[in-house]
């Protein structure tokens, strides 16, 4: 697919939309929930140009997470995408890949996002992490629901060894499903519910001057069915999760049992104003 002077996929419209009709079923009857990967997704020689901008990230204009849960950078909007980057991103907020989205996973009425809440170029560095989780459920600004994730893994000959696996984790935290090594040109993604636990949750092992690259893209709806929703949970932040027989997450269950509790003595109102201002 040509857009302007860039050649960003290597299926034309019809090709892409007749491949997501053909990976439907696969996606929705993935195992532990509605997922899928692909790769060399895109045009390799446009993907080398977005990773060569890719930013080193960690200045105070970035959005720095270090505590049990996570230790992790992200960008804030639009500020840190290079040209190419910006194009790409554009294109995956656009009708024709809100369209592919639409015959892959069956939601209907896919809203992208403009702002990249959350999203956008993701870095973890050695010794970084993401514990199991379940994502922000509602849009900060637009109050949209949250219904599926899109992730560009921008990783050359990066070894297994390295870790950093995406993993899809049963809903009693039992057990990993599925770990997905983020390698360059691969392209993971899944329906988002209260119960989609996935995360990267074991420390990073590459060398020091190497680093976990992603593109982060999470696409809405004005609604969604009642099943995807933790019953009293209609509107929250993102959902960490133990799992099961892990000595070394006792840190981690601390620090959360103490973070719910400061929660639960906070007056709503305080709460919702606290969530609007988080990552300002």
Known sequence: MQIGDYKILNR???????????????YINADPFPSIYFDNFFN?????????????????SDIQYNNPNEIKLASRGESKFGPKTKVLMH???SEPFLNFLTELS???NLISDPYFEGGGCHQIKPGGLLKIHADFNKHRLTGLDRRMNFLVYLNKDWKEEYGGHFELWNEDMTESRAKILPLFNRVAMFST?????HGHPDPLNCPPDRSRKSLALYYYTNGRPKEEVNEGLEDHT?????RKGVKDEEGMRRYNTLV???IDLMPPVLYRAI??????
């Open 12 to 26: 034309n419209f019809e090709e892409l939309i007749a491949f997501a009709k053909e990976q439907h079923e696969n």
């Open 91 to 93: 294109f995956l907020n």
């Open 106 to 108: 069956g939601i209907e």
């Open 44 to 60: 390799e020689e446009f993907l080398n140009e977005v990773l060569e901008e890719f930013p080193n990230l960690g200045d105070k």
């Open 275 to 280: 969530r609007k201002m988080r990552n300002k």
């Open 260 to 262: 719910n509790f400061a």
């Open 193 to 197: 519910t209260d119960f989609s636990y």
């Open 238 to 242: 993102t959902l960490f999760k133990d």
